[in-house]
């Protein structure tokens, strides 16, 4: 059985360059903050849905195809440098996380390690 994080590799490949290899890779969400989602139905209306591809070289944002279709990619959003810290991570559930250019983007605490590996390599030695 093939995990969601190998789905999410394979599926952002052709929108890597040459030689660019995948380190981590998790959705997000732009948009209301997905921890009233309970409260009211509008977040999920006005939330924009992304596959965040760490590589080697770069950050590749991506938006999905949509709400029924979040870890398929739709589009190249945005290249960021590899050195852009994403995290940390601090909530039980969502969290926010800085990704340039977006309104504020969320991830879930699934992908919490993925966010914390990410931002690890840029002070390993």
């Known amino acids: 059985m093939t995990s969601l994080r190998d789905k ?4 952002t490949r052709s929108y890597l360059e040459p030689g660019e ?4 890779v998790f959705l997000a969400q732009s948009g209301p903050n997905p921890n009233v989602a309970a ?3 509008f977040v999920y209306l006005f939330s924009k849905y992304r596959i965040v591809a760490v590589t080697d070289q770069e950050i590749v944002v991506l938006a999905a195809k949509g709400f029924f ?6 589009q190249l959003l945005e290249r960021l440098p590899r050195q852009t810290v994403l995290g940390p991570p601090s909530g039980a559930l969502w969290s926010r996380i800085n990704v340039p250019g977006e309104r504020p983007s969320w991830v879930h605490h699934r992908f919490y390690r993925d966010l914390q590996a990410a931002d690890a390599y840029l002070t390993a030695p």
Request: overall charge neutral; aromatic content about 0%.
């Open 69 to 74: 279709k979040q870890s398929v990619p739709g």
């Open 8 to 11: 999410l590799a394979e599926r």
């Open 39 to 41: 409260l009211s139905a």
């Open 21 to 24: 290899e995948i380190q981590h």
